[in-house]
């Protein structure tokens, strides 16, 4: 039965990916789609990570909140990305213990 | 010829590990977790090693592990992973479209391998397209992560509840971080992008309690995109 949800699941997961590959040949986008498609990966980054930060701490919001603060202020000062993710985890580390 | 051909090759696959180590980085912990709650929800290794092998999708397997401990209907597992993964759609769209030139064999494997992650990671990346076997850039990125995950779900099963719970709830900040560690630098080239991150933030805050996480990414994704029609340059981007 688990199984039965595992490939369920891998199918539904597996459509909405492969389906743009087979039709992108197809359609001539528009201008404005076409800068609509390249505006996406930031949309969605804004999307991933707000309000979605607030519950790496479901009871404590803020920390989410202040990890994030170091994280825009560390990547301003071109840290790398690596680093930016480690010192994310220590803030959230050290405000909860 | 061919030894400048396997150089060329060689050094995209170097920067697709290089691009894809934060993900991999973000993903252990996460996989662990979701291993260990597999495991308490009653799947057996092979289950939840093969659920992270096929599904591939984080946070529908947290939700598919949930919900068959709660002995959900596999109907109702299988429509809620759909209307969480329905994003993807216009993720692939999107970087489809940046990698347009690529035969279907390329294609069709690098389609298979997006998450919110690679996907975010490979269109920041997006001038590497034109970067000869580029392909092997984003296909190393994609095949990193994978396997990153997939082995991090194993690793968690077996583990159980070994990892004290303090370190893996602060590394579930790891991919929030990563994202904003991705969109600042784009940012800092071109201010205006913030105003497309903000519009998608304030949507997704305001749709997600009404319409449901799944669904309020995909509106603040979509929203987002379309702010971008109009405040983004011909010529900057």
Redesign the interface.
């Known amino acids: 039965?688990?199984?039965?949800?595992?490939?369920?699941?891998?199918?539904?997961?597996?459509i909405?990916?492969?389906?743009?590959?087979f039709i992108?040949?197809y359609i001539r986008?528009p201008?404005?789609m076409?800068?609509?498609?390249?505006?996406?990966?930031?949309?969605?980054?804004?999307?991933?990570?707000?309000?979605?930060?607030m519950t790496?701490?479901p009871e404590k919001p803020y920390i989410?909140l202040i990890?994030?603060a170091v994280?825009?202020i560390?990547?301003?000062l071109?840290v790398h990305?690596?680093l930016?993710?480690l010192?994310?985890?220590?803030?959230?580390?050290v405000l909860?213990? | 010829m061919d030894t400048e051909r396997k150089q060329l090759i060689k050094s995209q696959i170097r920067d697709g590990m290089i691009a894809g180590?934060?993900i991999a980085?973000?993903y252990l912990p996460i996989a662990l977790a979701y291993g260990v709650l597999a495991k308490q929800s009653g799947?057996t290794l092979a289950?939840l090693t093969?659920?992270s092998l096929?599904?591939?999708?984080g946070a529908?397997?947290f939700m598919?592990a949930n919900m068959?401990g709660l002995g959900v209907s596999?109907a109702e597992?299988?429509?809620a992973?759909?209307v969480l993964?329905?994003?993807?759609?216009?993720?692939?769209?999107?970087?489809?479209?940046?990698i347009?030139r690529y035969r279907?064999r390329w294609?069709?494997p690098l389609?298979?391998g997006?998450t919110?992650e690679t996907?975010?990671v490979a269109?920041?990346f997006h001038k590497q397209v034109d970067n000869k076997y580029g392909y092997y850039f984003y296909g190393t990125l994609m095949l990193t992560s994978y396997l990153s995950w997939v082995l991090g779900s194993l690793l968690g099963g077996v583990l159980g509840d070994i990892i004290p719970a303090?370190?893996s709830?602060?590394?579930?900040?790891?991919l929030?971080?990563?994202?904003?560690?991705?969109?600042?630098?784009?940012i800092?080239k071109y201010h205006r992008?913030a105003v497309?991150?903000?519009?998608?933030?304030l949507?997704?805050?305001i749709l997600?309690p009404v319409i449901g996480?799944g669904w309020?990414?995909v509106a603040?994704?979509?929203?987002?995109?379309?702010?971008?029609?109009f405040v983004?340059e011909?010529e900057r981007?």
């Open positions: 039965m688990i199984w039965v949800i595992i490939i369920g699941m891998a199918l539904v997961t597996i909405p990916r492969i389906i743009p590959p992108v040949d986008f201008k404005w076409n800068k609509w498609l390249q505006a996406i990966p930031y949309a969605a980054l804004g999307a991933l990570v707000f309000p979605g930060i790496v701490v989410g990890a994030g994280a825009i560390l990547a301003w071109r990305i690596i930016v993710v010192s994310s985890i220590m803030t959230v580390l909860t213990i | 180590v934060p980085v973000g799947m289950e093969g659920m096929f599904v591939y999708a529908s397997q598919g068959i596999a597992i299988i429509v992973t759909f993964n329905l994003r993807h759609f216009i993720m692939s769209l999107s970087f489809i479209n940046q347009k279907m294609k069709f389609a298979l997006l919110d996907f975010s269109s920041i303090v370190l709830q602060s590394m579930g900040v790891a929030y971080a990563m994202f904003i560690g991705l969109l600042i630098p784009s800092k992008i497309i991150s903000i519009v998608a933030m949507v997704n805050y997600s996480q309020g990414i603040g994704t979509i929203i987002g995109g379309l702010a971008g029609v983004l011909e981007i």
